[in-house]
């Protein structure tokens, strides 16, 4: 009975603390409107991870929609077991993993897309966010970082790739990557420590000495 | 003192302050003892702060309209379907609703069928009636005549003023016709004595009214044209006795000597008429025996030896 009742108000709780819910409710009842302000809320992040996971902007682009457009068809599903955002990072990440298993079957494309086209496109992408900087010097060195930092994420495998981009690009903590990702809390501990190993050894390889 | 790929393994976390207080305490007891360790350490240090200074990437301007026309266009879809296949609060699936339409639509077609049916039915059952009726007298006959035969009937049977010769002439006319007009052209069906004719032409022209199928209503006429032959001829005969009561009886007694059927007296002002279907085999042994009884004056076409039974007028009149 105790037991019940605590379940109770921790499921309470996580309703009171998930600032989405009132939204998501109105959903449920067919209300775009509502549905838009999640979008506008979320769009930002989720297309982040889709992009630091894919490495590509355009399939970045695409994957998120995908993932909203998915959100919205299985609202209805969502228990508010979990924040609805927990819920909503969970479908951008997997749909950034289908969509790089459906690249890494079409290997040669990729290869091309990464050499020519995806490597100048996502080098765009980063001179664009640099564009205000002050100093053209400075404004260089970070982009080409930026770069070879993004060329070494995306080589890695993508169990570390999603807990690396979680973590130490989308600063969630150890429980919100644990319930994003479905997984314990020590997994996420031990592939975090291998992603980064496997980062800073790529680094080394790209940079030079740190 | 723990090996370098152990503290190695804890650095991460060790960079997070994740460790608990011994393991970190392990590690930084390592880290001044063990300058590759350290060196790891910092290139772990810079790494994080790489790919944690990688800045927010936008998406489009136009990103949040286009998922937002995609959603719109997900919910239009959604409520058509809601629409179509939930048009109740109750949520009944759309293949009960078409197999409740199925059963409604069987039951409708079972029901009309079944009125079609009522109309073909009674429509055949008059087929072995008029048979019936062709082997009727001609008194029984005229009872499915039109009203009109009916009131001449009634005529010739109320008005006893009409004169003997007139009466004989017309059966004597009548049966000229129906020996000379066999079948569809039978106009004798205005006379008494033809009335098995004209019922089988009413006959036809109800079967028509009713629409019955050609099929059926050929099959109907093949059946019988051969009977309607077969009782057609009407051969009279003329009596003439002393006494027409007697002769009357001694005839009737005669007729069903020979196995006549149908006999049918009709009592008039000075003469009784006899009617009778007989065997034509029979026809001439009759006639003989008929002499017995009066003076008998044959007035009919000739036989036709075809003919199975012959419908025989005997009128009986003194002498």
Not at chain 1, 20 to 37: M, S, W
Not at chain 2, 274 to 288: G, H, R, V
Request: hydrophobic fraction near 40%; include cysteine.
């Amino acid at each position: 009975m105790l037991l019940w009742m605590s379940n109770i108000i921790d499921s309470k709780k996580t309703i009171d603390a998930d600032e989405d819910i009132e939204f998501v409710l109105a959903c449920h009842k067919g209300n775009t409107d509502a549905f838009e302000v999640l979008v506008e809320r979320h769009q930002k992040k989720m297309f982040n991870i889709a992009f630091r996971m894919t490495g590509d902007y355009d399939e970045a682009c695409d994957v998120t929609q995908e993932a909203f457009l998915s959100a919205y068809k299985s609202i209805k599903n969502f228990k508010a077991e979990a924040k609805f955002s927990t819920w909503l990072y969970r479908i951008v990440v997997n749909y950034s993993k289908n969509r790089l298993k459906q690249l890494s079957r079409s290997a040669k494309r990729r290869e091309i897309s990464l050499d020519d086209s995806g490597e100048m496109k996502t080098e765009w992408i980063i001179n664009q966010s640099f564009i205000n900087d002050a100093n053209p010097g400075t404004q260089m060195e970070r982009r080409e970082r930026e770069t070879q930092v993004q060329k070494c994420i995306t080589s890695l495998d993508e169990e570390y790739k999603e807990v690396l981009v979680l973590r130490d690009i989308q600063g969630f903590s150890y429980e919100e990557i644990r319930d994003i990702l479905k997984i314990s809390e020590g997994t996420v501990k031990s592939r975090l420590s291998r992603a980064r190993n496997a980062l800073k050894d790529c680094l080394t390889k790209v940079i030079g000495d740190l | 003192m723990k090996n370098c790929k152990e503290i190695e393994n804890n650095l991460s976390l060790y960079l997070d302050d994740s460790l608990s207080g011994a393991d970190k305490q392990a590690v930084e007891e390592h880290l001044k003892s063990c300058p590759q360790c350290t060196k790891v350490l910092v290139q772990l240090s810079k790494t994080h702060a790489l790919v944690n200074n990688l800045a927010e990437v936008e998406p489009p301007a136009w990103f949040k309209q286009k998922i937002m026309a995609k959603v719109r266009e997900e919910s239009e879809k959604k409520s058509l379907v809601q629409k179509w296949f939930y048009p109740l609060r109750i949520k009944i699936p759309v293949q009960i609703l078409a197999t409740v339409f199925i059963a409604m639509l069987a039951v409708y077609i079972y029901r009309a069928g079944e009125e079609q049916i009522k109309e073909v039915v009674p429509s055949s059952v008059p087929v072995p009636v008029m048979e019936v009726q062709k082997s009727k007298l001609p008194e029984q006959k005229m009872k499915t005549s039109t009203d009109e035969d009916i009131q001449k009937e009634d005529q010739v049977i109320e008005k006893k003023e009409t004169p003997r010769k007139k009466v004989s002439e017309m059966a004597v006319d009548a049966a000229k016709d129906v020996n000379g007009q066999i079948g569809p052209d039978i106009k004798a069906d205005k006379y008494v004595s033809a009335p098995a004719v004209k019922s089988v032409e009413l006959s036809e022209t109800e079967l028509e009214k009713k629409k019955e199928s050609n099929i059926l209503d050929a099959a109907i006429r093949a059946s019988r044209t051969p009977h309607a032959q077969s009782v057609m001829q009407r051969p009279n005969v003329l009596l003439k006795v002393d006494d027409i009561n007697i002769a009357a009886g001694e005839v009737e007694k005669l007729l069903i000597k020979y196995e006549a059927k149908n006999i049918n007296r009709q009592i008039m002002q000075g003469k009784t008429i006899l009617t009778a279907e007989l065997k034509n085999q029979k026809i001439n042994d009759f006639t003989a025996r008929l002499k017995t009884i009066g003076q008998v004056e044959e007035g009919s076409a000739p036989l036709n030896n075809a003919v199975e039974n012959i419908i025989l007028m005997i009128e009986i009149l003194n002498k």
